[in-house]
């Protein structure tokens, strides 16, 4: 039966991944060290900023070192806080469906963006509160496709909801990555992928794939485990 339901959060509520890529770009162009959307999509997407700056920097063979790289994250949170200000537009059906869910099933995100990335959009969203738990690039020292942060969710989502049979066959994650699957496949949860970053082909190992999260209501999620 199932007892949790785990969303990524860029790619699957928002489309926040040309915010990053722009936010990334305004970073590393002056460096020289800029790339294209396609490279992005590529080679970049599905890093959390701590990895997609260390392979920006090793694929052009230039070092670099911690105090550098934090500087980086930290300003790039800043250049993408600027963007987002603007405003931000949340996928077709994403609203409806978590706050379909929301109080009835423990819902987290598992996601290699910052919290300060996530909080303000969910906040535009009025979904700050719909989450019982949120992990986050803050939360793991390895990002996706490595299992580490689903499983930290799996635990933080069982000690926030005792009792609610949290375990990784009873809840389904949702995800736009190859590595984002892997990642939700490596800690033994099965994952909706959802089409918006990737062709279909791409989304192998999933158990259903949809376009849209309009396409998806808590019913159709508790029939798939
Ligand atoms: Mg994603």
Redesign the pocket.
């Given at each position: 039966m199932l007892a949790g339901v785990i969303f990524?959060?860029?790619?699957?509520i928002v489309d926040t991944?040309p915010l990053h890529y722009r936010a990334f770009q305004t970073l590393l162009e002056p460096l020289g060290l800029g790339y294209g959307w396609d490279s992005y999509v590529a080679d970049y997407?599905?890093f959390d900023d701590r990895d997609a700056f260390r392979e920006a920097f090793r694929s052009r063979g230039v070092p670099l070192k911690e105090p550098e790289l934090a500087a980086l994250i930290q300003r790039k949170g800043e250049v993408f806080l600027e963007i987002i200000a603007a405003g931000v537009k949340p996928y077709p059906g994403a609203v409806e469906l978590i706050s379909g869910i929301s109080g009835r099933l423990p819902l987290a995100i598992c996601?290699?963006a910052l919290r300060s990335d996530i909080l303000p959009i969910l906040e535009q969203f009025a979904l700050e509160s719909a989450f019982d738990i949120i992990v986050t690039a803050d939360d793991v020292s390895v990002s996706k496709p490595d299992p580490a942060c689903y499983r930290l969710t799996l635990e933080r989502l069982a000690a926030a909801c005792p009792g609610k049979g949290i375990a990784p066959e009873s809840c389904i994650v949702i995800?736009?990555?190859p590595g984002?699957i892997a990642a939700a496949l490596g800690a033994g949860i099965a994952v909706v992928g959802i089409t918006t970053?990737y062709p279909a082909e791409r989304l192998a190992g999933t158990i259903r794939i949809v376009a849209s999260l309009s396409e998806l209501t808590l019913d159709d999620l508790s029939l798939l485990v």
């Open positions: 990524d959060f860029d790619g699957v991944e997407l599905g996601s290699g995800e736009d990555t984002g970053s």
